[in-house]
T-cell receptor, first 116, second 112 residues
């Protein structure tokens, strides 16, 4: 089946630094990837839609300058949390939409970010 | 804006009990409906999906869901749960822009 990986799986950083999270579709091409945020014991909240070769589309209330998204190839999207603060600590999950088939979304395992 | 409601936040069952998790959505157009499961420490996995056709959808691991258009519902069912079904279950709706909107999730604990 389709596999999506994320790297790193867990990262701890100091307040004020930037962190980059990678999302890769391993065995399929994805023109569209999605980034979600999941707070403890809560649901997934869509942050942005990442389209290969174009600017990401951010959901209302999500700061585009804070959460930089780059989708440089059909298999890789990156999310950079800039000038991270403790309130950015969360679980970040990406999904990739398979160009073939029924455009299903496949989810990555998530990245836990802790900002100290 | 479209939304998804899951009425049960926590459900506790004994093994072999029957399960039904409620899901209602608000979206007037054509929707695709999904149920995902997240086992402890694991990533989201697709349980089943409804695009069109037979409103009774069968998924993996003995789960099924019924789409009732008049009630805007897509409830998840399993006749007999197992301890290994302990997980969090998310209902989701996908609109014409292919965005997935998730419900708040239901934590299921199955006691052996």
């Amino acid at each position: 089946g389709a596999v999506v990986s994320q790297h790193p799986s867990w990262v701890i950083c100091k307040s004020g630094t930037s962190v980059k999270i990678e999302c890769r579709s391993l065995d399929f091409q994805a023109t569209t990837m999605f980034w979600y945020r999941q707070f403890p014991k809560q649901s997934l909240m869509l942050m942005a839609t990442s389209n290969e070769g174009s600017k990401a589309t951010y959901e209302q209330g999500v700061e585009k300058d804070k959460f930089l998204i780059n989708h440089a190839s059909l298999t890789l999207s990156t999310l950079t949390v800039t000038s991270a603060h403790p309130e950015d600590s969360s679980f970040y999950i990406c999904s990739a939409r398979d160009m073939g088939g029924a455009y299903e979304q496949y989810f990555g395992p998530g990245t836990r970010l802790t900002v100290t | 804006a479209q939304s998804v409601s899951q009425h049960n936040h926590h459900v506790i069952l004994s093994e072999a009990a029957s399960l039904e998790l409620g899901c209602n959505y608000s979206y007037g157009g054509t929707v695709n409906l999904f149920w995902y499961v997240q086992y402890p420490g694991q990533h989201l996995q697709l349980l089943l999906k409804y695009f069109s056709g037979d409103p009774l959808v069968k998924g993996i691991k003995g789960f099924e869901a019924e789409f009732i258009k008049s009630k805007f519902s897509f409830n998840l069912r399993k006749p007999s749960v197992q301890w290994s079904d302990t997980a969090e279950y998310f209902c989701a709706v996908r609109d014409s822009s292919y965005k997935l909107i998730f419900g708040s999730g239901t934590r299921l604990l199955v006691r052996p």
